[in-house]
């Protein structure tokens, strides 16, 4: 807990807190228990609809802890799966060997784990789901990753310092709020002047054949549900399949966004494009072996934007039309 206080706040008061046998008290006495090694510092947020979408959220991921974590029985499974997907991969590689790393909706803490393989980094991973928490607070003490750490949050009350760390990372978790532009506004503040901001939201075009599916499912009892390629795929296992046929098709609460969308996000909110995944517009002549995440791109036109994204209903689209941009956050 040492290595982590330093970095939390209460979520209610903003002011620092005091650690005392299994409980959190800020300055302003209020209390928070630390259960099973995470400190429980869920707020709810201010307005009470956007309460009632959280709670629905909570629930949901309550029961279904994504990302499945069935057969992550250890770091080199993590390692593997992280190079299949590549981006794992590039964010590793980006990433400094001492940064402070934040994963806010890190879900069952894969990521997080994953990144904090890397031991001189430390790594915590805040999640409204105390069921994906455990998992990922499991694997940690399993494999003794003392630098790693889990707290129970909420996006729009983070328990974290404003300015505190040198990366966040944010991937599907915004689209599932009410206010995604605003829970983007609200954890950049947590980021340091020049550290860098990753954000990955479902995307507006990418989704299109998802959509259609999802109506479909809808209109046949779920009869058809091969049509979805993630279904069919023979190395993944039926439990973990069942949790992201959830995820993405039968999730209370999703929104989709645009690649021109955040770069107006990161604009209006003094964060510098780096880059995008998949590229948004031309590579480096250095990147023949993968992305170089955090080094500046070109931005490239509205209308390249458009093509671009079109162009990835038949790629990212097969599975789920994730998409994620990268910025780094101006000195004041
Ligand atoms: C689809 S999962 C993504 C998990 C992980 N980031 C990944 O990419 O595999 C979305 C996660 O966001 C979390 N989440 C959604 N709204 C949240 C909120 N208001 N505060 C904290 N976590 C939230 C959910 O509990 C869930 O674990």
Not at 189 to 196: A, I, R
């Amino acid at each position: 807990m040492h290595q982590l206080l330093p970095f939390l706040r209460c979520p209610a008061s903003r002011t620092r807190l005091n650690h005392e046998d299994d409980w959190l008290i800020s300055g302003t006495g209020i209390r928070y228990p630390i259960t099973n090694g995470i400190p429980r510092l869920l707020i709810p947020t201010k307005t009470p609809e956007e309460e009632r979408i959280r709670q629905t959220m909570q629930a949901f991921y309550e029961r279904f802890t994504f990302p499945g974590y069935d057969d992550i029985d250890s770091p080199g499974v993590l390692v593997n799966k992280a190079k299949k997907s590549a981006f794992g991969l590039w964010v590793d590689q980006a990433i400094p060997a001492t940064a402070t790393v934040l994963e806010v909706g890190c879900g069952t803490g894969q990521m997080t784990n994953f990144l904090g393989l890397v031991t001189t980094r430390t790594v915590i991973g805040a999640d409204m789901s105390a069921a994906s928490l455990a998992l990922g607070q499991g694997f940690k003490e399993r494999f003794g990753l003392k630098n790693v750490h889990f707290v129970q949050g909420n996006i729009f009350a983070m328990p974290v310092a404003e300015g505190s760390v040198d990366v966040l990372l944010c991937s599907g978790v915004l689209h599932h709020t009410p206010d995604p532009e605003g829970g983007y506004r609200k954890i950049l503040k947590l980021v340091k002047p020049n550290g860098t901001i990753l954000i990955g939201l479902y995307n507006r075009y990418a989704r299109i054949p998802l959509g259609i599916r999802q109506v479909i499912f809808k209109a046949t009892g779920n009869l058809s549900r091969a049509l979805d390629a993630h279904m069919r795929r023979k190395d993944v296992d039926q439990s973990k399949k069942e949790i992201w046929f959830a995820d993405q098709y039968k999730n209370p609460h999703e929104s989709w966004h645009s690649v021109d969308e955040v770069l107006g996000w990161f604009d209006d909110s003094g964060v510098k494009f780096l880059s995008g995944v998949p590229a948004i517009s031309k590579t480096l002549p250095e990147e023949t072996d993968g992305l170089r995440l955090f080094r500046e791109h070109p931005r490239g036109s509205a209308l390249e934007h458009i093509v671009r994204q079109l162009g990835w209903m038949f790629t990212i689209g097969r599975e789920g039309g994730l998409f994620v941009m990268v910025g780094t956050k101006d000195a004041p």
